[in-house]
Every structure is written in structure tokens, then in C-alpha cells.
T-cell receptor, first 114, second 113 residues
Framework: GNSVTQMEGPVTLSEEAFLTINCTYT??????LFWYVQYPGEGLQLLLK?????DKGSNKGFEATYRKETTSFHLEKGSVQVSDSAVYFCALHNYGGSQGNLIFGKGTKLSVKP | SQTIHQWPATLVQPVGSPLSLECTVE??????LYWYRQAAGRGLQLLFY??????ISSEVPQNLSASRPQDRQFILSSKKLLLSDSGFYLC????????????FGQGTRLTVV
């Protein structure tokens, strides 16, 4: 089946620190991979995505590369800001199995201190 | 442009009372629709998804149900709420293409007392 595993939080960093949030997946077929962000009290919104192996998604200084050989899609940012404090979800979207199969990781809470 | 509406934003209900949460999508046709629950300190749990009118797949057995009476309307219901039903409920839609992202509503904070 399809599944997503991401590192447990919370992650607490100082402003301008380097961020890595690990994400690995299990899937049949050829999934697309996503990172979503959830700010307090809100729904999720797309941060970035990659649709095939070796693609790099990027947005707002965040990057993630689709690594098929390691089944990973780790999220990175070189210098975090206080405004990046949120919960980050790794997800895959796959039509190799059930239709409409959108699977999320458990989420990683990031707190950035000034 | 596409939009998704979910209401109410917050709800406090007594144990044993019924529930109805509604979600509607505008600006797209035949979307995949999803209901997720996010319990405090936990990740997203897929409750139901629908690929078309009247087609509902349940991911987790529980006392909740979902219906899709119209193409762009998705309703989450319960006949009798339990304390354990408290949480943050999110509706989402996506297109059919596997590269399509999901779009989320603002969520409903349900507290069962």
C-alpha cells in the first residue's frame, strides 16, 4: 500500500538556522510528492511539489528533491524565519492503487525562535 | 478560480447529539473530495473520500458517515457524537490528475462536551 513517514516533531530552531525535515514514502506505481504547510488555526496549503524522479520542488526558500532510489522527499531551507513556524506535512498522491488516494504523513511542527 | 467553502468554523456539541458539516467547491467539475480529521497533537487521518456523486469510500470505521448529494458538495455526518469525535475536521478537493495538488477548506474545530 501507500504510506508516508516523516520525522517526529516538534522541531525548534533559532532564526537563520538550517532546516531539514525528513520524509520517506512507500508507494506502488509513480506517485507525485508534496509538502503542505499549516499555519495555526488554518487549513493546509501547498508549499511545493515534485511529480517525477529527480524533480526538485521549490517555493519561498524551501526545497525538496524527489529521490526514487531512496524513496525520500526531504524538505530543506537554508535560513528559517520566525514566520516559518507552522506544521509541515509530507504527502503523496497516487493513482497506482485506489482512485483519489492522497496520503499524508503525521506532520512536523516547526517553531522558530527570534 | 476554484474555491472551497467549509462551515461552520467552530462547533460545540453535547455527547449524543447529531452532526452535519458541509463542504462545497466552486469553479471545478467532478473533483475528488476528502474529509480528514486532525486530533490534537496528531497528524491527518483520512476519514472519507469520494470520486463522484454517491460514491463514498470509508478509510476508518467509526460512527461518522459522509454523503455527496451533488457533484461539488460533501457532507460529514453523525447520528450520535462521542467525546472522541472532537478534533479539527478538514475538507479538501483535488483534480483527477495524479500531479494535482489538494486544496483545503479552513477547517471546523469540533468540541464534543
Amino acid at each position: 500500500g501507500n504510506s508516508v513517514t516523516q520525522m517526529e516533531g516538534p522541531v525548534t530552531l533559532s532564526e537563520e538556522a538550517f532546516l531539514t525535515i525528513n520524509c520517506t514514502y512507500t508507494a506502488t506505481g509513480y506517485p507525485s510528492l508534496f509538502w503542505y504547510v499549516q499555519y495555526p488555526g488554518e487549513g493546509l496549503q501547498l508549499l511545493l511539489k515534485a511529480t517525477k524522479a529527480d524533480d526538485k520542488g521549490s517555493n519561498k526558500g524551501f526545497e525538496a528533491t524527489y529521490r526514487k532510489e531512496t524513496t525520500s522527499f526531504h524538505l530543506e531551507k537554508g535560513s528559517v524565519q520566525v514566520s516559518d513556524s507552522a506544521v509541515y506535512f509530507c504527502a503523496l498522491h497516487n493513482y497506482g492503487g485506489s482512485q483519489g488516494n492522497l496520503i499524508f504523513g503525521k506532520g512536523t511542527k516547526l517553531s522558530v525562535k527570534p | 478560480s476554484q474555491t472551497i467553502h467549509q462551515w461552520p468554523a467552530t462547533l460545540v456539541q453535547p455527547v449524543g447529539s447529531p452532526l452535519s458539516l458541509e463542504c462545497t467547491v466552486e469553479g471545478t467539475s467532478n473533483p475528488n473530495l476528502y474529509w480528514y480529521r486532525q486530533a490534537a497533537g496528531r497528524g491527518l487521518q483520512l476519514l472519507f473520500y469520494s470520486v463522484g456523486i454517491g460514491q463514498i469510500s470509508s478509510e476508518v470505521p467509526q460512527n461518522l458517515s459522509a454523503s455527496r448529494p451533488q457533484d461539488r458538495q460533501f457532507i460529514l455526518s453523525s447520528k450520535k457524537l462521542l467525546l472522541s469525535d472532537s478534533g479539527f475536521y478538514l475538507c479538501a478537493w483535488s483534480g483527477w490528475d495524479r500531479v494535482a495538488e489538494a486544496f483545503f477548506g479552513q477547517g471546523t474545530r469540533l468540541t464534543v462536551v
